[in-house]
T-cell receptor
């Protein structure tokens, strides 16, 4: 079964404490993997698109990496304003059709 | 400023009523999408459209209807046939390539009274 799983469900960090969020997938025919940030009551904000294993992208304190089975969103020296839910989505081909499946998200809280 | 707008931000519906959620984009994107978000669940696809006057059902289309008469607009109607419509509804758009990077609107929170 095609699945996208994010872990952990929730993560609390102190300001400046670096960590990583995980997005693992069991799909074939990967076309792309997307990371979004979502604040409460708002629409997701696009962060990164990764297309192939080994690819990395960075933006401020965030760095996304991709392997054949999972993606990591590394957060370096986070600040309280980085608190949000982070979503990943996987675009893949299955049985002749293309699909996009979202993970359930990781709720990140950065304490000052 | 280019972007996606959704209205209203909050919507209350009585049981048995149909309601329509608005989604407009000025990004010149060809593809548009509607998702539903419930607590603890990933976004689920309701309908999507690649071009004007054409749309396809997503994973949870029952009880919903859409139209795509203009490139900029993709309204969603939640009908009385939708058993559990209370949710956060998100509209998104992407360039000509289906399932390419999607950009989201601010969302509409629908509550059934």
């Amino acid at each position: 079964e095609d699945q996208v799983t994010q872990s952990p469900e929730a993560l609390r960090l102190q300001e400046g404490e670096s960590s990583s969020l995980n997005c693992s997938y069991t799909v074939s025919g990967l076309r792309g993997l997307f990371w979004y940030r979502q604040d409460p009551g708002k629409g997701p904000e696009f962060l990164f698109t990764l297309y192939s294993a080994g690819e990395e992208k960075e933006k401020e304190r965030l760095k996304a990496t991709l392997t054949k089975k999972e993606s990591f969103l590394h957060i370096t020296a986070p600040k309280p304003e980085d608190s949000a839910t982070y979503l990943c989505a996987v675009h893949f081909a299955s049985e002749g059709a293309q699909k996009l499946v979202f993970g359930q998200g990781t709720r990140l809280t950065i304490n000052p | 400023d280019g972007g996606i707008t959704q209205s209203p931000k909050y919507l209350f519906r009585k049981e048995g009523q149909n309601v329509t959620l608005s989604c407009e984009q000025n990004l010149n994107h060809d593809a548009m999408y509607w998702y539903r978000q419930d607590p603890g669940q990933g976004l689920r696809l309701i309908y999507y459209s690649q071009i004007v006057n054409d749309f396809q059902k997503g994973d949870i289309a029952e009880g919903y209807s859409v139209s795509r008469e203009k490139k900029e607009s993709f309204p969603l109607t939640v009908t009385s046939a939708q058993k559990n419509p209370t949710a956060f509804y998100l509209c998104a758009s992407s360039t000509h390539r289906e399932w390419d990077t999607q950009y989201f609107g601010p969302g509409t929170r629908l509550t059934v009274l």
